[in-house]
């Protein structure tokens, strides 16, 4: 019991408790959780930590009332022993403990590479891999307990990712939402809410932005969560609840091609848990209709739909040789320290934690986008530019990553859950398109309709 006192902090406040629990990839924050971080801001202040840390809080119900975990993820300063914070699942940290002997007898074998030694190598690090996994026993609401490689492979059931993933990735368990959730049903406390926020600066790859909050991991945690959260009353996923059905507009039309103006919200194509599309909607008026190229979900604009398999074919020849001219426009938050430019930012993904986006110099993609400021306004003491992005390069999340991250723009898209901050919707539009008729030979400039303008906001 008195570890417990230790690691739990009082909540004093009659904020009222939500119905449901938090659902931890797409949300925001309780009003009681705003209140428990500013408590973990002031302990965070007092270590000073060199690096930037994701950390999370965890509202839960105890015989007293209400108080709050506090967590990090992985080590903080190199320790996992903070008595502020809740312990890790499992401490493979010890000096003389088996984890930590093993990784240095695999060290050592690493001084003196040889193609047999490398092939050992691997073995033994797969097999301590295994071995620790097999110690995290993680606990949900029910009262089960499984080890993260039984939750792992109960999740990813697709024979392609369980032979190219037969592991979870390093560090699955460590990171803050499996620490307080198993913490809190180790000690008999209810969950109530939870969040997880950034502090410090930013990594070199992924954007994160200081004292703002994220969603959990999809890669290491979502899986975990899954297990974790059941038999708790949870929020519901948004993403399968589907989205609003919002009406498309005609732009263009002719025998071969048309052009429509797609909402924002609304799908190019089916999804998991909606086939409502532009797609779908297209061959309701055009049989043979084929998409040429894709809009994200929450980006709106003009989309071409070519309407005979030539039109298709003459199109997607044209998106591949880039001939096709597009232009957005987006509404950014931050600071523009020049009217034009070219942000040169390789991008690559990570397939178990889709749909992110990452800047990876080694092996990324090399992704090109144009910007020029267009207007800006400032209101509450916020400044807010419109931008025109010309992308020379078509990779997944371009614009949006270029305009976050910290050696593009730093100044997220309005509206970008993923990258930035939330709104009513995602301020970037596909403004206008060039590209060449597939019958007539000749070049057509399309563009959104006028009363579709993103700016003023």
């Not at 999804?271 to 599309?277: C, E, N, P, T």
């Not at 199109?315 to 070219?342: D, N, S």
Request: contains cysteine; hydrophobic residues 35%; negative net charge.
């Amino acid at each position: 019991m008195p570890r417990l006192t230790m690691r739990i902090h009082s909540l004093h406040t009659d904020i009222v408790k939500p119905e449901r629990f938090t659902w931890p990839f797409c949300y925001e924050p309780h009003p009681l959780c705003l209140l428990a971080c500013e408590e973990v801001k002031k302990e965070i202040e007092r270590i000073q930590p060199a690096e930037g840390k994701m950390f999370g809080v965890l509202v839960v119900e105890t015989s007293d009332g209400l108080g709050f975990l506090a967590a990090y993820s992985g080590l903080l300063e190199g320790r996992n022993d903070w008595e502020y914070f809740v312990p890790p699942v499992f401490d493979a940290q010890q000096p003389d403990g088996y984890f930590k002997q093993k990784e240095r007898e695999i060290s050592a074998i690493n001084h003196h590479p040889t193609p047999d030694t490398q092939h050992q190598n691997r073995e033994m690090s797969q097999q301590l891999q295994l071995w620790l996994f097999q110690h995290y026993r993680m606990l949900n609401a029910n009262g089960e307990e499984k080890d993260l490689v039984e939750i792992w492979h109960d999740y990813h059931q697709s024979p392609k990712i369980q032979k190219r993933f037969p592991l979870p990735p390093g560090g699955t368990g460590d990171c803050c939402a499996p620490k307080l959730l198993q913490y809190a049903y180790q000690n008999h406390l209810k969950p109530v809410c939870m969040a997880e926020f950034w502090w410090g600066p930013s990594p070199q790859s992924a954007i994160r932005h200081h004292g703002e909050f994220y969603p959990a991991c999809r890669g290491k945690c979502k899986p975990v969560l899954t297990w974790m959260l059941q038999g708790l009353k949870v929020d519901d996923d948004p993403e399968q609840t589907g989205f609003l059905h919002q009406g498309i507009e005609i732009i263009y039309e002719d025998e071969a091609i048309a052009a429509v103006y797609k909402p924002s919200g609304m799908l190019s194509v089916p999804g998991k848990a909606d086939d409502y599309s532009v797609s779908t909607w297209a061959k309701e008026r055009w049989p043979h209709a084929m998409l040429p190229h894709r809009l994200d979900l929450l980006t709106s604009g003009i989309m071409l739909v070519a309407k005979t398999p030539d039109a298709y074919h003459h199109l997607q020849e044209q998106f591949i040789c880039r001939t096709i001219k597009k232009k957005y426009l987006a509404v950014v938050e931050g600071e523009m320290h020049a009217e034009h430019g070219i942000i040169d930012l390789p991008l690559s993904s990570d397939p178990l934690n889709r749909p992110y986006q990452i800047v990876d110099h080694q092996h990324g993609k090399r992704a090109i986008t144009e910007y020029r400021v267009q207007a800006s306004d400032t209101k509450d003491g916020r400044t807010r530019y419109l931008l025109a992005l010309y992308p020379h390069t078509g990779r997944t999340h371009q614009l949006r990553m270029h305009c976050a991250h910290q050696e593009g723009l730093n100044s997220p898209i309005v509206g970008d859950e993923l990258y930035g901050h939330k709104a009513d919707r995602l301020y970037l539009q596909a403004e206008s398109i060039a590209f060449v008729h597939p019958v007539t030979g000749k070049r057509l400039h399309l563009f959104c309709p006028s009363d579709k303008k993103i700016w003023p906001m």
